[in-house]
């Protein structure tokens, strides 16, 4: 999520925020949190990525915990989403990762292959944790190889945002189970009717081109590599370039002027696909009305679509893995954590935070109805599993699609050199 992280980095970084020093937030030192007292009080680190909104929501949360478990502290560690990798790697790679932080999918067997990740159902076991009361079996986001390795916060799944005036005025009305001919029909209705293109470029999203590949019975992802040849992505990038060239979707030189704003709020474009609780983004940025439309099917029924979370991990070099469990349990089932945490890292995972916590506003309002709805669609799946080396492929995959729609590369050889980028990625 991406939020499992994210639907492609620079949308997650757009979501994520810039560092933030002015919190003047400590760092602890030492490793795996051995920090401890006379009187049996332990300190564990907490790391995770994000804005200050979301520091400010977590700390609110933690001075509940330390309310609770006294002799627990909690010493945390924020950074936007790429340095928080870039440190989280170094730390991991010299023994020192903090005691939890905040994790998603592309991560788990990256760090389980080295040894960093600690397998909570130990904890589980102990009754120090629980995996009960989690909304659509999301709880299954974090388990690799038999190993529960993150406990959810949030959960997402990917939708279309739309300009909803754009749509109207066009006379464009998405419904559930509508096919990918009918959108790129509906493409070039927006296009002739508003002189917007329709979309601001979806071809080099690798979690929309996991769930097209799922509606083929394929997959981005197998548990080693890639579930995919490269005459399916030469189709996929052949065609998002001709759409391109043909004015349906946005110029790529026109969405880097764009950025930090999305194009569909520069109003550039009339729909993006991304994760459906990113669409605050859209209503924040803009002045049009905002909304949230279906997946597009191959077949009329099956989106592909499943749930990914942010997620709580673990380290396996912890001193103190009981009291990391009960901060995981307390900030994942913890009715007044969920008030509080709102939905800033997803529809809330478990029952006892989403019933706790009642959106009051119109957008919140509608990315809860948005799950409940697909959900209750039936259509939702287990999530597609991602190999060590994920994250790197994924940064290739929007890189390399990138390049290839402004024609700086052939798509021939854009395939070539992804396939050879994420061969070297598995084997790292």
């Not at 996929?236 to 194009?263: F, H, L, M």
């Not at 854009?414 to 070297?424: C, G, L, T, W």
């Amino acid at each position: 999520m991406r939020e499992n992280g994210k639907v492609e980095r620079r949308t997650v970084l757009k979501a994520a925020g810039a560092s933030v020093a002015a919190l003047g937030l400590a760092t602890a030192t030492g490793c795996g949190g051995n920090s401890g007292t006379g009187d049996g009080a332990v300190t564990i680190r907490y790391a995770w990525w994000g804005a200050d909104e979301r520091a400010k929501r977590i700390n609110q949360s933690i001075k509940l915990f330390e309310k609770k478990y006294p002799k627990v502290k909690v010493k945390t560690d924020f950074q936007d989403y790429v340095a928080f990798w870039e440190k989280f790697q170094t730390q991991a790679a010299g023994g020192n990762p903090p005691d939890v932080f905040q994790n998603a999918v592309a991560f788990l067997r990256k760090y389980d292959k080295r040894g960093v990740l600690l397998d909570l159902k130990s904890q589980v076991d102990a009754g120090n944790l629980s995996l009960d009361n989690f909304r659509a079996d999301v709880t299954k986001v974090g388990e690799v190889d038999g190993k529960q390795l993150g406990i959810p916060v949030g959960s997402n799944t990917m939708a279309l945002v739309i300009d909803k005036k754009v749509f109207d005025k066009a006379g464009i009305d998405p419904r559930a189970g509508w096919t990918w001919d009918e959108y790129f029909k509906a493409l070039k209705t927006i296009k002739g009717k508003t002189g917007v293109p329709g979309d601001t470029g979806y071809f080099s999203i690798m979690y929309l081109y996991d769930l097209y590949l799922r509606q083929h019975s394929k997959a981005f992802f197998t548990k080693d590599g890639l579930g995919f040849d490269q005459s399916d992505l030469t189709e996929w990038w052949t065609d998002g370039y001709n759409r391109v060239k043909a004015g349906i979707v946005t110029d790529p030189k026109r969405v880097e002027q764009d950025k930090p704003k999305s194009s569909v709020t520069a109003g550039h474009g009339a729909s993006e696909f991304t994760w459906d609780n990113f669409t605050v983004r859209y209503t924040a940025e803009g002045t049009s009305t905002y909304g949230l439309a279906p997946i597009p099917t191959t077949d009329g029924k099956q989106t592909g679509q499943y749930l990914a979370s942010l997620m709580l991990s673990a380290s396996a070099r912890t001193s103190h893995p009981k009291e990391v469990a009960q901060f995981i349990d307390f900030m994942v089932h913890d009715p007044e954590v969920g008030k509080i945490m709102g939905y800033d890292r997803g529809i809330l995972a478990s029952k006892e935070q989403y019933e706790a916590f009642k959106p009051t506003d119109a957008v919140n309002k509608e990315i809860a109805q948005y799950e409940d709805d697909t959900a209750k669609a039936g259509v939702l799946g287990t999530i597609t599993p991602h190999p060590s080396g994920a994250d790197t492929v994924e940064s290739a995959f929007l890189r390399i699609g990138g390049d290839m729609s402004q024609g700086k590369t052939k798509v021939s050889d854009a395939v070539k050199q992804f396939f050879s980028e994420a061969q070297s990625a598995f084997s790292a």
